[in-house]
């Protein structure tokens, strides 16, 4: 852990070098390339000790950070209430996410599954995919899914509160989803027999409720945004459906490939329970 932390403490340094001495004057363009090279210094680290997880926290790190760099480099002032509300949905979203990180990280003996398969499969682009696939692409889904809390913090508003307060209850209760549904899926974890899949609580619902609850996250800051600047809805839901491309297109596949590749029972899960939408669970299933 304390190397992870160096790691990060390297990266966070670098990005304020950058901010404090080579900006470009556009504040959304200082903070991309900023979080860039703190990327690349990430990557850097996780070269040196094999093990790409060194870049885990870095999903739920950076948001909070920015949105105190964007807010402080506005001219909203600190009794914006709109700043206030989605300063408090991406904190508490940051701290339970980073903790759930921490509290279950064992050590640099231990990489993510996902990232040998990404390497894997890549062959001999294992070096370019460990960059791209698993560091800068993350950063730049992020960044982008971040985009409408720059409008928030930087933007007189345009549009209506009562849609910011929508936004709040959404973004506290994708956080509550996601909490139990993790929590959920510990218990199970303890004991379950060889074989069994996971088709109780929540997962009854769907197959991956932790991944609807922190799509619904991203779904809440885009809201956020369009309270703030209803105009440019266009294009601040950019970052929402690129999140939802991700779990769809790669983080779902994968998670049931390996499932269905050590439980072949999980395929009756697969036939009963809804992929990602939850509803609720057909009659005879497990709740």
Do not use: K
């Amino acid at each position: 852990m304390i190397r992870v932390a160096a790691a990060y403490a390297v990266a966070l340094l670098v990005a304020a070098i950058w901010l404090i001495w080579g900006p470009t004057n556009t504040l959304w363009l200082d903070t991309l390339i900023a979080d860039v090279l703190a990327t690349l210094v990430v990557f850097a680290y996780s070269r040196r000790y094999r093990n790409s997880s060194v870049y885990d926290a870095y999903w739920s790190v950076i948001p909070p950070l920015m949105l105190i760099y964007w807010w402080w480099q506005g001219d909203l002032g600190i009794g914006d209430v709109r700043c206030w509300l989605v300063a408090v949905v991406v904190t508490v979203w940051a701290i339970r996410l980073t903790w759930n990180w921490a509290s279950t990280f064992p050590g640099l003996h231990h990489e993510d599954w996902r990232y040998g398969m990404i390497r894997s499969d890549a062959g001999r682009w294992e070096w370019p995919a460990d960059l791209f696939a698993i560091h800068l692409i993350p950063t730049m889904q992020v960044f982008l899914a971040m985009l409408p809390v720059y409008v928030t913090v930087t933007r007189p508003a345009d549009g209506p509160l009562w849609l910011a307060i929508v936004a709040f209850v959404a973004g506290l209760g994708a956080i509550g989803l996601e909490s139990v549904a993790d929590a959920q899926l510990r218990a199970f974890t303890r004991t379950h027999r060889p074989g069994d899949a996971m088709d109780r609580g929540l997962w009854a619902w769907s197959r991956h409720p932790n991944y609807f609850g922190e799509w619904m996250f991203w779904v809440a800051l885009t809201l956020f945004g369009i309270a703030t600047s209803p105009g440019d809805a266009w294009w601040l839901v950019a970052g929402a459906i690129v999140m939802l491309a991700m779990f769809e297109g790669a983080s779902i596949p994968m998670m049931e490939r390996r499932s269905l590749a050590r439980r072949p029972e999980y395929q009756q899960v697969i036939d009963n329970t809804p992929r990602f939408l939850p509803r609720p669970p057909r009659i005879g299933a497990h709740g």
